[in-house]
C-alpha cells in the first residue's frame, strides 16, 4: 500500500487541529480541597432492628405477617426511622445471636418479638447501655427497668378469652378443641385466657405440631364441634383437616386466608406495629408516646366474624369485648366470693351471739 505526502500531511493536520480545540486544562491551584477531606454528613434518623418469633415454632405466613407489621415502624417514624430490618431465627437458639448481631451493628434500637428473648436482651442492654432495647411479655412485670430498656406487654389473655367466649358460644356439643402452638405466645396467657371462657365446656387440649390427623381424630372422638387452631407450623393443615370433618373453626386469619369461609366461626390477628409503637416513640423522644402495654383497647388485636357466626354468638363476642375494654375486667382474676347476705350471722352460734351482725348491731325478727 502506497501513502501519499499529501495524505500524512492531511492526517497530521486534522490531529492538530484537533488537539488545540480541546479546552485547556487549568492545573491544581492551593485553595482545591482534596476528596479525602470533604465531610459527608450522616443519613440522618435512627435505624431500628426486630428480631422475629423462630420459624421452627409459626407458621410461615404468621411470620410474614408480623414482618409486614414491623416495617411499618418506618411510616410510624416518618422522616425520623430511617432503616427498619427485620431477622428470623431458625431456632430459638438462635436468638440470642441475632440480638447480639444487631447490638453490634449499633442500631440505635433492637425489639426481640419473642417472649424467650428476655435474658438475650437484658444481657445486650448490659453490653451496650447507649442503646435502646425492648422485649416482649404476655403479662406485666413487678420490676422497674432502666430508661433504655422498654418491657412491650402484648396482654394476650384478652384475645384469648374472647375466643373462648366465641368457642363456647358456637359449641353445640358441649365440646371444643383447642390446638395451639409449641411457643410461649400461645401457650401461655392466650391459652389462659381461653381456658377461663370455656370454664363451662369440656375441652380437647392438644398440641399443634402433632399430627393433624390424629389431632382431628381425638377431637372428634371426644364430640367436639369447634376446633379452636393456633399458629403453629402445621397450624393451616390442622384448620384444613377441621374444615373436612365439618368442624366450626376459629383460627388467625393469615392461616386461613385462602380457605373456604363458610366453616369459619371467627378469625384473628395480631398488630404488631401496635406492639412495636411504645418503644419506638421512646426512642424518638416523642412527648406522648403510645403505651407499652397494648391489648384490645389499644387495637392490638383484629377479631373478625366468620361466615358462619350467629348473632347469638355475635353478641356474646361484643359482650365479652365491651367487659375488657370498658369495664376493665381481667379475665384471669380469680371470681370474687359471694357476699354474705345482709344480717348473716358474723360469729359461730355457739358462743352466744346468734344473729349479731359487726356492722348493723343485733338483727330483729318479727
Known amino acids: 500500500m502506497i501513502v501519499s505526502t499529501r495524505t500524512v500531511a492531511c492526517v497530521l493536520a486534522v490531529t492538530v487541529a484537533t488537539a488545540c480545540s480541546s479546552p485547556p486544562i487549568d492545573p491544581p491551584t492551593g485553595d482545591e480541597i482534596a476528596a479525602d477531606d470533604v465531610d459527608v454528613p450522616a443519613p440522618s434518623g435512627s435505624r431500628v432492628g426486630v428480631v422475629l418469633p423462630p420459624a421452627d415454632e409459626f407458621d410461615p405466613r404468621i411470620l410474614d405477617g408480623i414482618r409486614r407489621d414491623a416495617n411499618l415502624v418506618q411510616i410510624m417514624g416518618a422522616d425520623q426511622v430511617r432503616d427498619v430490618r427485620v431477622v428470623t431465627p431458625d431456632d430459638d437458639v438462635f436468638v440470642s445471636d441475632l440480638v447480639d448481631l444487631l447490638t453490634r451493628d449499633r442500631y440505635e434500637l433492637t425489639c426481640a418479638l419473642t417472649t424467650g428473648a428476655s435474658t438475650a436482651v437484658r444481657s445486650a442492654y448490659d453490653d451496650a447501655p447507649d442503646q435502646r432495647f425492648c422485649l416482649l411479655v404476655t403479662t406485666e412485670l413487678d420490676t422497674e427497668e432502666p430508661a433504655g430498656l422498654s418491657v412491650a406487654v402484648l396482654r394476650t389473655a384478652e384475645l384469648g378469652y374472647v375466643v ?78 377441621a374444615i373436612d370433618a365439618d368442624l366450626a373453626v376459629l383460627a388467625p386469619s393469615a392461616v386461613v386466608d385462602e380457605f373456604d369461609r363458610a366453616s369459619l366461626v371467627a378469625t384473628w390477628r395480631i398488630q404488631w406495629h401496635r406492639v412495636l409503637r411504645g418503644p419506638v416513640d421512646r426512642l424518638l423522644g416523642r412527648a406522648n408516646p403510645a403505651p407499652l402495654s397494648v391489648g384490645l383497647a389499644e387495637d392490638a388485636f383484629v377479631i373478625s366474624p366468620g361466615s358462619s357466626m350467629t348473632p347469638t354468638v355475635n353478641a356474646r363476642m361484643r359482650t365479652a369485648i365491651t367487659r375488657l375494654v370498658d369495664g376493665g375486667f381481667d379475665p384471669l382474676a380469680p371470681e370474687p366470693a359471694p357476699a354474705s347476705p345482709p344480717n348473716a350471722p358474723t360469729t359461730s352460734p355457739s358462743d352466744g351471739s346468734e344473729g349479731q351482725d359487726a356492722s348493723n348491731g343485733p338483727s330483729s325478727s318479727s
Open 164 to 241: 373462648g367466649t366465641i368457642a363456647a358460644a358456637a359449641t353445640t356439643s358441649g365440646t371444643v378443641a383447642v390446638v395451639l402452638g409449641p411457643h410461649d405466645l400461645e401457650r401461655g396467657r392466650l391459652r389462659d385466657g381461653m381456658l377461663a371462657a370455656l370454664a363451662g365446656v369440656d375441652v380437647v387440649d392438644r398440641q399443634i405440631d402433632d399430627d393433624p390427623t390424629e389431632v382431628l381424630a381425638t377431637a372428634i372422638e371426644a364430640g367436639a364441634d369447634v376446633v379452636i387452631v393456633g399458629s403453629g407450623p402445621r397450624a393451616a393443615e390442622v384448620a384444613a383437616a
